[in-house]
């Protein structure tokens, strides 16, 4: 029902009996000026109104967000306004530009965007247009001039669809609107206060780089291409997530990585459809090959060096905003044996480094389920004089091996978590004291035998020779699985269980590349840098393990010699 405007229209025509015609013409078209508004604000209601019914049905913001920018600004900030609800930090600065006084907004959100761009540069800039030539009354002209002459920043591009406005706002970035301009422009601005570049918790050396990943995505790409100044690295980007809109990147060595293993890591990325990606563990369980597995399929790493390595070897990087573990596929097995720190010490030290690994990497799995094996059906494997130990100490202990083992483990791996999630000084005394206080105890208490007690202090400690925090935990859990094969069949239920594990991890893959690899199939090349590591200077080629377009790696035949008299 439309309203009547003036309601004392029959007095008006009293007194303009007795009014100038002239002034009488230019107060009907007064009227019919106010007429033509008010049509028009009548249909700019019926739009507003159509827009608020759109937003009223299920999935409204979906809908919202494929609208396209309207040239009128109240209904671009209604849209918005809708969108964002009432949000505290989602700022709306309303001001006019230029001589024709035409209205403008900056949507910002407080925090993620630098104050000092948007106040020092961003404004400043809008400000100087006051002065500008009248040729700016165009709203369609005046953005194109803000966007090409007026505004001081390094980075602005051109919006049409809110969805895509509502996108940039959200990840730190601030948008111009102006009235009858139907596009909005993207200003750069993102400054949010994040960790500063640290050394790695997980992963610290002796020797070598003391910078890791941070929570950024742009810090850490920043800190790949300080390690390769090469115009081959390539850095894709793709956004995952239907509501945290995580933003992923790809790294690779354009011409050194396979074709074939770049596109499916694309392929994986982008099949992923989920709500959100908070770390690089949801990418990691969305792409692996095999997920009924304990064994991790794709290594992580905070370090920057490690991960420029593994790109220059011609494997593929996936750094996702949020996190300093950035994904390496392919990965094959004995890159979890591997450290940092074995390319920066001499050979000869990496050689000893390696087998002591290896040596206790074997203990940490077998070593429980070996004893009570040998212990409850073996004893002639014990020599006498051990035997005879080992039979006096468990004499008055109420339970059997395996459960003394059993318990044992338990407790070792609780004090462990709990040294893990408690402060720092104080979980390291509380795994400390607690395993002392609880191993005294419990043999005094004629609880555990002290044979035991020695049996998984020795594997818990093999345990942190790992460099790879996850293989160890899968090293963990397989423990138990041969501790009760140890305890139900012996030996012979050892050896069945590691032919049943030597076959499950051969016919494991990694983005096509055998887990198993250079063991299984077997590749002479590659035992260079494997069990040993061969000098620098002998290590020619890249892996052959890892599928790659660039084989060759260096300089043939780089050996060191002593000069000769007559070398100049």
Not at 202 to 223: D, H, K, M, Q, W
Request: charged fraction near 20%; glycine fraction near 6%; aromatic fraction near 8%.
């Amino acid at each position: 029902m439309k309203r009547r405007i003036y309601p004392c229209a029959d007095n008006i025509k009293k007194l303009s009996a007795h009014m100038p015609k002239a002034l009488i013409a230019d107060t009907q078209e007064n009227l019919d000026a106010l007429k033509h508004l008010t049509v028009e604000s009548n249909t700019i209601a019926e739009e507003i109104n159509q827009i608020a019914q759109k937003l009223m049905t299920p999935n409204s913001s979906e809908k919202a967000e494929a609208l396209p920018v309207s040239s009128s600004l109240f209904n671009n900030r209604q849209v918005l306004k809708h969108l964002f609800g009432d949000c505290i930090d989602v700022s709306f600065r309303e001001f006019v530009i230029g001589k024709e006084q035409i209205s403008a907004i900056l949507i910002f959100i407080d925090g993620l965007g630098s104050k000092d761009i948007i106040n020092g540069q961003i404004m400043k800039s809008l400000m100087k247009i006051q002065y500008a030539p009248a040729q700016t009354a165009s709203p369609e002209l005046l953005i194109k001039l803000i966007n090409k002459v007026f505004l001081e920043a390094v980075e602005v591009s051109e919006l049409t669809t809110v969805g895509e406005i509502t996108d940039a706002v959200l990840t730190g970035d601030t948008i111009l609107l102006v009235d009858g301009a139907a596009q909005a422009l993207r200003i750069i601005t993102k400054g949010w206060r994040g960790r500063d570049v640290g050394e790695p918790v997980t992963e610290s050396v002796v020797r070598g780089p003391r910078e890791g990943f941070t929570e950024t995505i742009r810090t850490n790409t920043a800190l790949l291409r300080r390690k390769i100044k090469s115009t081959e690295l390539r850095l894709e980007k793709y956004i995952v997530g239907r509501i945290t809109k995580t933003e992923i990147n790809l790294a690779y060595l354009l011409g050194t990585a396979d074709a074939k293993v770049v596109a499916e890591v694309r392929k994986r990325i982008k099949r992923i459809d989920v709500d959100s990606i908070l770390e690089s563990a949801y990418i990691e369980e969305l792409i692996e090959d095999t997920p009924y597995t304990v064994f991790p399929q794709i290594e992580h790493s905070e370090r920057p060096d490690k991960v420029a390595a593994a790109v220059l070897e011609g494997r593929v990087a996936i750094l996702v905003d949020g996190t300093p573990f950035a994904l390496i596929v392919p990965t094959i097995m004995v890159q979890f044996w591997q450290s940092s720190e074995d390319y920066y010490e001499r050979y000869p030290v990496t050689w000893l480094v390696r087998l002591i690994r290896f040596a206790f990497s074997t203990i940490a799995l077998l070593l429980p389920g070996v004893y009570v094996a040998i212990a409850m059906y073996h004893q002639e494997m014990f020599p006498t004089a051990l035997l005879i130990s080992i039979a006096g100490a468990h004499e008055g202990v109420p339970f059997p091996i395996y459960v003394e083992a059993l318990l044992m483990e338990l407790i070792f791996e609780t004090l462990r978590e709990a040294g893990v999630r408690l402060p720092q000084p104080v979980g390291q005394a509380v795994s400390i004291v607690g395993g002392l206080v609880i191993g005294e105890a419990a043999v005094r208490a004629g609880i555990i035998s002290p044979a035991t007690i020695i049996v998984v202090s020795l594997t818990g400690i093999s345990s942190f020779a790992l460099p790879s925090y996850n293989l160890s935990w899968s090293l963990r859990i397989l423990r138990f699985v041969f501790g009760f094969l140890g305890f139900i069949s012996g030996l012979y239920g050892i050896m069945l269980g590691m032919l049943i594990l030597l076959i499950h991890i051969i016919s494991l893959r990694s983005f096509g590349v055998p887990y198993f690899s250079p063991f299984a199939p077997f590749k002479l090349q590659d035992m260079k840098d494997v069990m040993i590591r061969l000098p620098w200077w002998a290590m020619n080629e890249r892996p052959y393990s890892i599928p790659t377009n660039n084989r060759h790696r260096q300089k043939f035949y780089l050996k060191p010699r002593i000069p000769n008299a007559n070398d100049k």
